[in-house]
């Protein structure tokens, strides 16, 4: 079992940055990758940024060169570094742990980003 908290997220302005955090806690070493993913109201669920256990990333490509995933293994976190956000950045982001060797998805309970004037 792995736990995942999100924390970080706000209100900002366009152009503005957002630090997330993803602290996650329980059968870590057993994760193959950590992904971002946000709901917009009326939305679908999408994927923001993936980062693989050999740090290999993945960016969606509304946010290429604004986003950045990263992790701190002695911390047990996962951050998503947010620059120049726009409106339409406006979400509830999500972190995610993925298991591939039995198939199991963690979720964490979200926090929510909003990009207004």
């Known amino acids: 079992q792995v736990h995942l908290v999100e924390s970080g997220g706000g209100l900002v302005q366009p152009g503005g940055s957002l630090r997330l955090s993803c602290a996650a806690s329980?059968?870590?070493?057993?994760?193959?990758?950590w992904g971002w993913y946000r709901q917009a109201p009326g939305k679908q669920r999408e994927s923001v940024a993936i980062?693989?256990?050999?740090?290999?990333?993945v960016y969606t490509n509304p946010v290429k060169g604004r986003f950045t995933i990263s992790r701190d293994n002695a911390k047990n976190t996962v951050y998503l570094q947010m620059n120049s956000l726009k409106p339409e950045d406006t979400a509830v982001y999500y972190c995610?742990?993925?298991?591939?060797?039995?198939?199991?998805?963690?979720w964490g309970l979200g926090t929510q980003v909003t990009v207004s004037s």
């Open positions: 995610r742990a993925d298991r591939y060797d039995l198939g199991y998805t963690y």
């Open positions: 329980g059968a870590i070493s057993s994760i193959h990758a």
């Open positions: 980062i693989d256990r050999n740090g290999y990333t």
